[in-house]
Structure formats: C-alpha cells, structure tokens
C-alpha cells in the first residue's frame, strides 16, 4: 500500500512567490487584487502577477470603460514583472475615452512588456480607434484584436521584430495600405472590413514574407493583395457576398457600367487588371483551401489569368465556385498548375463541415494516366449533400478529361 506524506498544513503558504504569481496571472485582475487582503505575504503579490486580465469575469459583460478608469489606471502603473498575457476587455468607449484606451493598450505593450495582447472590445460597432502609430516592442510574440480600428501606421509592424501571430477579428482597416511584418509566420483576418476608403479604395498590401499560415475569411469590402510568400505552408480563403470584388455582368449581362477591372464592360477598357491578387502570393503553399460562396466574386477567375504554378501544392480544397460547366476552366487551370499535388477534395453545394455524401476517387486502371495534371494524385474526394445533375457533371468532366473514377465511402 502506498502512503503518502502528511499534509503539512501550510497550503498557499509553502509556494513559492514565482509559483503564486503566474497562478494569480490566470485570474481575473479583481480577483487576482482582492487577494491581497487573505495574508500579510500577498499584499503585495498580485503586482508579480504574470498575467493581466482586465475586464475578464465570466459572470459579467464588461462594463463601459467610464466605470473602470481608475482601477485600470492604478493597475497598469504597477511596478512589477514583465507581463507574460495581457488581455484587456471593454464595454462602451466615449470619444473621450479613447486617448486613454490608447494609452492602456500601449503602456501594456511598452512599459508591461507584455508578450502576449490581446483587446477585445464588446461592442456592435467599432469603438477603439488606434492611433495612426505604429505599435513598438522588442517582446510582443501575440497580438489579438477585437472590434477595433487600425489605420495604415498602425499595421506597420516592423518595430515589434519577435511578432510572430497576428488575429484581426472583426477589425476595421481603414485608409490602410499594408500591412507589414518581417518575423509574422500566423495571420488570421476574419469578418473584417478590409479598406473603407471609398470613393477610391485601394488594396491593403500583405507583406510577411516569413508566413506560414494565413487564414482569411468573410472579409468586407475589397480583398487584399497578397505579396510573396516564400515559407508559407498552408491558407485558408474564404469570400463570402460581403466581398467588393464582384463582376456586375454576372448578375446583369447588359450591364455597361461594371468596374471589376476583369470582364468587357467599356467601363473597364482603362482599368484592366494586370496584376494577380490572390493566387500568386499563395503559390508556395503545401495546403490550400480555396473556397468562394458567391458566383458574382471575381477574384479568383481575375488570378487564374495570370494562374501561377503551385510546386508545393499537396493537397487543395475547392468548393463548387471552381466547378462551372461547361468547360470547368476554373478547375482546370488550377489542376493542371499543381504538378505535385496529391490529394483534391471538391466541397459541392454543402457548406458542411458534415455532408450526406461522400464518394472516393483516383485513377482509373483501365485506361492511361492525365498527362496534364498531377501523377502524384492519389485521392479525390467529393463531399455534397445529394448526387443531383449539377454534381454529376462534375463526375463526367473529371472522368472523361482525366480518367478519374469514383465509388462511396
């Protein structure tokens, strides 16, 4: 029988101040406060809190920043340890508020040194403008924004050289032009509007040339560009109906007014697009999913004029938006640009992430390899939620063009 040793009694008593400080960083900064008054010994202790939490209790929404000012205040000018997390949380800001949310978000990166921020603002709208500076730190590892607004300084991001994780969600960039980082390798954008600088808006630049990881969904207004990715390893694109980019022809073919810079409409005769927005800054990636839920976006088709070579390309994702009959030219300009790919999933008319059908498919035995794609592939998988005729068109392409057969999971 084992027995193990008494317990001595001592309880919080025996750990050690290192020990006691990073447990208080996980709590709530209230609590993690309050706790200076259950002995002589924590009076103080909650200064060496690694962590940060401001407006983090589970049981409340945060409260309107006017409510809390001077507890933040106090709180952040503690002279302490370095921060490991800093999270803040807030509810209403005032215009007049937000010279001092600034100055919190900044006294945390600068003076706390914190590495890892996060800001999350629980509004319906956005309500924290960041000054138009860019942030600076020699620490800051993780960055993560909710419901706030950057402008063109602030996603300049060359003076925080360890940044390595970058999450916009729900953001507003404004008026910007890059975004730019020399050490980012994850960068998340979602639900954000990407340049509200009409009449005349702009693309915002990417520029992070050690990502490898992208991941960019439901975005407003105008799609990025993204500049050349040489390490990135797998993205994640999805546009949605709240994507700008959209071909005017598509919904009315007698539109004669349609900007899109890639259709015949007159209006575009002096605004043609001669560069690729997407594909090009994707085409170092192993894995790509690809997806476009509205058939009016013009992003992809405008790229694939100008369709780069995936020589890493592994495994890719498509949804039915690259599936068009008659002659699949989405389809078949990215296949045939993927000399080693090895697996191809086609999501068909079912968003998923569960479907009602899947069917397995690779190379018949019967007849002679596609001299046009990849003889690395080895899987195609279909997933959609019935084998109607729309489906099955793809079947025959794939089968006839490629000799790609198919049998249920």
């Not at 960041?130 to 991001?157: G, Q």
């Not at 020399?182 to 340049?195: P, R």
């Not at 605004?271 to 976006?297: D, F, M, Q």
Request: hydrophobic share 40%; aromatic share 6%; with cysteine.
């Amino acid at each position: 029988m084992v027995r193990f040793p008494e317990a001595d009694g001592r309880g919080i008593d025996a750990m050690p101040d290192g020990v006691l400080g990073h447990i208080l960083g996980f709590l709530p900064a209230e609590d993690a406060v309050r706790t200076s008054v259950l002995a002589p010994r924590l009076r103080h202790l909650w200064k060496s809190a690694t962590g940060l939490r401001i407006g983090c209790r589970d049981e409340d929404e945060p409260r309107p920043m006017k409510e809390n000012q001077e507890f933040v205040d106090r709180l952040l000018l503690r002279q302490g340890t370095p921060l490991h997390t800093c999270e803040i949380r807030l509810g209403e800001i005032q215009a007049d508020d937000m010279w001092r949310a600034n100055f919190w978000v900044r006294h945390a990166i600068q003076c706390c040194k914190a590495r890892t921020l996060k800001v999350k603002i629980s509004s319906d709208y956005y309500s924290l403008l960041l000054d138009n500076l860019p942030l600076v730190s020699r620490h800051l590892t993780k960055l993560e924004l909710h419901c706030v607004v950057l402008r063109n300084s602030s996603l300049d991001f060359t003076s925080c050289p360890a940044l390595e994780v970058l999450q916009l969600n729900r953001c507003g960039l404004w008026k910007a032009k890059k975004i730019v980082s020399n050490s980012l390798k994850h960068l998340e954008i979602i639900w954000c509007c990407i340049n509200d600088a009409y009449p005349d808006p702009s693309r915002v630049h990417i520029c992070a040339p050690k990502l490898q990881s992208l991941h960019i969904d439901d975005i407003m207004d105008i799609a990025p560009m993204l500049d050349r990715m040489p390490s990135l390893v797998k993205a994640f694109i999805r546009l949605t109906e709240w994507c700008a980019d959209v071909c005017a022809k598509l919904d009315d073919p007698d539109c004669t007014d349609c900007l899109c810079e890639v259709c015949d409409s007159p209006g575009n005769a002096d605004r043609g697009g001669t560069s690729c927005v997407l594909l090009n800054g994707l085409s170092e990636a192993k894995s790509l999913v690809l997806i476009s839920t509205y058939p009016s976006l013009i992003i992809f088709k405008g790229d694939l004029r100008w369709c780069p070579v995936f020589n890493n390309l592994k495994t890719l994702l498509l949804n039915d938006y690259w599936c068009v009959p008659d002659n699949f030219h989405a389809l078949t300009s990215i296949l045939e640009h993927s000399p080693v790919l090895e697996k191809l999933t086609l999501q068909l008319f079912s968003e998923g992430p569960k479907h009602n059908v899947e069917l397995i498919g690779g190379f018949s035995v019967m007849g002679p390899l596609a001299a046009t794609i990849s003889k690395h592939l080895d899987t195609v998988e279909i997933k959609c939620e019935v084998v109607d005729e729309k489906v099955l068109k793809v079947l025959e392409f794939l089968s006839s063009t490629y000799n790609i057969c198919f049998s249920f999971c």
